[in-house]
């Protein structure tokens, strides 16, 4: 949020921000982009914009703007695995963030390949995890076949500028 890490966990016991118990509500206001959000008695007006992309907002209350990116604990993992988050000092290797089963491989040694791409599939947990390019490059090494298994942090795919 705004460059900083927030982490918000929903579980058994309710909710925690950064570790510590909150307690919230949130209710959409039907047919608007506004929604009432209750931290512990204090009513907040929110008006919230999805943006293009998978979990970018842009929040107002009050005075303040925030500029928002929800990540699901397997996408924040990745990213941090993947450094994602990091100056970009060139194209990084594509790493299994998780051990898994090569579903797919979408490109070959030599291939240029952009930003975002997707690279390689992995199933883990019975879902499919779509690996990215984090920066534009061209393949320099395939290590990852359909059907093989991979441990956590095996390179699958190698990169050059």
Known sequence: MNGQSVTVELGPNGIEVDGRPVTAHLEEVEGTPI????????????????HEGRGQYSIWTDDNRFEVEALDERRRAIREMTGKNAAAAGPAPVVAPMPGLVVRVNVQLGDEVQP???????????MENELRATAAGKVSA????PGAVVEKGSVLVELTS
Do not use: F, N
Not at 116 to 126: D, F, S, T, Y
Not at 142 to 145: D, E, G, S, T, Y
């Open 142 to 145: 395939v290590r990852a076949q």
């Open 116 to 126: 975002g791409q997707p690279l390689v599939v992995i199933e883990a947990m019975k």
């Open 35 to 50: 929604y009432l959000l209750t931290i512990g008695g204090t009513l907040h007006r929110l008006a919230v914009v999805r």
